[in-house]
């Protein structure tokens, strides 16, 4: 399984590795362009956001995603 956060979302090191039980973790540190949220997300299983606006376009790219988390209060 693959989890990928696709922005800037703060996730505490102990908590990378309760997800790293789980499979292969990708963190990146900046908000994407529509264009590199699509290669970001795209064999995604599940995906962390927190201030990306994932459009349409870029969840119909990614074919193997069964969940979007939204980190924020």
Do not use: C
């Not at 299983?45 to 606006?53: E, G, L, P, R, T």
Request: proline share 4%.
């Amino acid at each position: 399984m693959k989890i990928v956060s696709v922005d800037n979302v703060e996730i505490l090191p102990e908590d990378v590795k309760r997800l790293q039980v789980h499979g292969e973790v990708k963190i990146y540190d900046n908000v994407p362009t529509v264009e590199e949220g699509i290669k970001r997300i795209q064999d995604a299983d599940i995906v962390i956001d927190n201030w990306f606006d994932i459009p349409q376009k870029v969840i119909k790219n990614a074919k193997k995603l069964r969940m979007i988390s939204v980190a924020a209060v």
